[in-house]
Nanobody
Framework: QVQLVESGGGLVQPGGSLRISCAASGSITSINTMAWYRQAPGKQRESVARIGSSGSTNYADFVKGRFTISRDDARNTVYLQMTRLKPEDTAVYYC??????????????WGQGTQVTVSS
């Protein structure tokens, strides 16, 4: 079994910065794509940023230039550094990972979410 546990969410003022983390644990042989999604109240879950096993990244237009995704494969951890935060960034942020517990199988896993609130 694989678990994803997010941490680092909280309350931040507009214009501020925050870093959230997601650590994968359990039966893991390798991890392919890792990503962050978010869901605001009354809205659908949306993709924020993705990072492949090679380190290639992809960002939603609304976070380009403000958010940076990175990963530490030795720790099975993905990070999201968020800067110049706006009230509209307020949401529950979910971690995603495509994990192989044993070859040749791959499964999608989700974290439980961490709340990020941007407010003065």
């Amino acid at each position: 079994q694989v678990q994803l546990v997010e941490s680092g969410g909280g309350l931040v003022q507009p214009g501020g910065s925050l870093r959230i983390s997601c650590a994968a644990s359990g039966s893991i042989t390798s991890i392919n794509t890792m990503a962050w999604y978010r869901q605001a109240p009354g809205k659908q879950r949306e993709s924020v940023a993705r990072i492949g096993s090679s380190g290639s990244t992809n960002y939603a237009d609304f976070v380009k230039g403000r958010f940076t995704i990175s990963r530490d494969d030795a720790r099975n951890t993905v990070y999201l550094q968020m800067t110049r935060l706006k009230p509209e960034d307020t949401a529950v942020y979910y971690c995603y990972a495509n994990v192989s517990p044993r070859p040749p199988y791959w499964y999608d896993y989700w974290g439980q979410g961490t709340q990020v609130t941007v407010s003065s």
